[in-house]
C-alpha cells in the first residue's frame, strides 16, 4: 500500500477554534486513525447550559411544591 504525508488544520464547527493541539494521529494496521478532543470552549458552554437548565427546573419544581 503506497504511503503518503498529509497536513491538515482541525477546528471546532461550531465555534471555530482550532483543535490542533486537541488531535492526535497515528498509523494502525487499517491504515491512518485521527483522534480529535471536543472543543474546551464548547464543552464548558455545553456544561453551563446543563447546569443552568438543571438549576431552572429545580427552582420550577421547588416553587410548585411549596404553592
Not at 6 to 14: G, I, P, Q, S, W
Not at 34 to 57: M, N, S, W, Y
Amino acid at each position: 500500500m503506497p504511503t503518503f504525508d498529509l497536513d491538515f488544520e482541525v477546528y471546532c464547527a461550531e465555534c471555530g477554534a482550532g483543535l490542533c493541539n486537541q488531535s492526535d494521529a497515528e498509523s494502525t494496521s487499517r491504515g491512518f486513525k485521527v483522534t480529535i478532543e471536543p472543543c474546551k470552549r464548547c464543552l464548558e458552554d455545553a456544561r453551563q447550559e446543563g447546569f443552568d437548565k438543571g438549576h431552572d427546573e429545580g427552582y420550577s419544581e421547588a416553587s410548585n411544591d411549596k404553592g
